[in-house]
C-alpha cells in the first residue's frame, strides 16, 4: 500500500516507508514543484534541475524554454495517467537530459485524458541525436506505464517491499545518472 501523504507519517504506521524526498536524485534531477500552471511548472524544472546547468547562457536556457512552449502550444504533451512530457531540442546540449517535477495537487496540461499531471518530464536533447532521444523517452514511458511507480513518485514515499522498493531504486538510480540507454 501507498503512503497517500508524504508528509502525514500517521499513515499506516504499521508500514516502514522510504522516504524519497531525502533520496540524492532529488535536487538533482528531481524537483518539488510549486508552481500552480504548465508553463510555470516547465519553466520552474529547467532552471531548478542542475542536470539542465550545463546551458552556458542564459540566451541558450531560453530557447530551449521557447522551444518546448512552442511545441506545448501546438498540442498537449500531458499523455494522461497524471504524466506529461514537454521536450525540445538544443544544440547545445551534450546529451539527453531529463528532469522530473513533482506537483503533489496536480496541474492542468489539457492531457488527453483530461486529468492533472502530477509528474512534468522535461527532456532535453540535440536535434542530431534522436536515438539517444528515443531510448531515453522508451525507457520514461516503460517505467511509468507502472502505476506503483507514478504513485510513489506523487507522494515521494512508498511503503517497504522488495518488489516496489527495487523498481523504484532503479528508476531514480537512472535519473541521477541521467543514462537512460545503454
Request: charged share 20%; aromatic share 8%; net charge negative.
Amino acid at each position: 500500500m501507498l503512503a497517500a501523504n508524504y508528509e502525514d507519517s500517521s499513515i499506516n504506521e504499521s508500514y516502514p516507508y522510504i522516504d524519497l524526498s531525502h533520496s540524492e536524485a532529488m535536487g538533482c534531477s528531481i524537483h518539488k514543484l510549486k508552481s500552480r500552471d504548465k508553463y510555470g511548472a516547465i519553466k520552474e524544472i529547467v532552471e531548478n534541475c542542475p542536470v539542465f546547468e550545463f546551458f552556458t547562457s542564459n540566451n541558450s536556457k531560453e530557447t530551449f524554454l521557447k522551444e518546448i512552449f512552442n511545441r506545448e502550444a501546438l498540442c498537449t504533451t500531458g499523455i494522461g495517467h497524471n504524466v506529461a512530457i514537454p521536450h525540445g531540442k538544443c544544440s547545445s546540449i551534450d546529451k539527453v537530459r531529463i528532469g522530473l517535477g513533482i506537483s503533489r495537487e496536480g496541474l492542468d496540461f489539457n492531457s488527453i485524458d483530461g486529468e492533472p499531471v502530477h509528474l512534468v518530464l522535461v527532456i532535453g536533447s540535440d536535434p542530431s541525436n534522436q536515438v539517444e532521444y528515443l531510448k531515453s523517452l522508451a525507457f520514461i514511458m516503460n517505467h511509468l506505464k507502472n502505476p506503483l511507480l507514478r504513485s510513489a513518485l506523487t507522494n515521494l514515499s512508498l511503503s517497504y517491499t522488495t518488489q516496489k522498493e527495487d523498481l523504484y531504486s532503479r528508476f531514480l538510480d537512472i535519473m541521477k545518472s541521467q543514462v537512460f540507454s545503454s
